[in-house]
């Protein structure tokens, strides 16, 4: 299971960080990816980082404001975002898969529940 907190209503320019606590699963072996959907919206992809190297990707809509990372022993990943923008705006969630990351909502199989960031402009 994995259990997404940390959403809330910002102002823009400002930060937020977002976690997402992994259980009954060996986390370590999971690669995990943070996606957004905006109501009316597809479900997009974020960022993603590997399990075994730690490598990341981002889409090109954050990159520079927001940095994932995961802490193994507490098998939880972050979202780091900064210079919030209005058009940031979504629920936000995790999803873990086997395997390297990838930005395909389709290849996560685990997904969190949600969690939901407001940015006012």
């Known amino acids: 299971q994995l259990q997404a907190s940390g959403g809330g209503l910002v102002q823009a320019g400002g930060s937020l960080r977002l976690s997402c606590a992994a259980s009954g699963r060996t986390f370590s072996s999971l690669s995990m990816g943070w996606f957004r959907q905006a109501p009316g919206k597809e479900r997009e992809f974020v960022a993603a980082?590997?399990?075994?190297?730690?490598?990341?990707n981002y889409a090109d809509s954050v990159k520079g404001r927001f940095t994932i990372s995961r802490d193994n022993a507490k098998n939880t990943v972050y979202l780091q975002m900064s210079s919030l923008k209005p058009e940031d705006t979504a629920v936000y969630y995790c999803?873990?898969?086997?395997?390297?990351?990838?930005?395909?909502?389709?290849?996560?199989?685990?997904w969190g529940q949600g969690t939901q960031v407001t940015v006012s402009s």
């Open positions: 999803a873990a898969r086997t395997g390297g990351w990838t930005i395909r909502v389709s290849d996560y199989a685990l």
């Open positions: 980082i590997s399990w075994s190297d730690g490598s990341t």
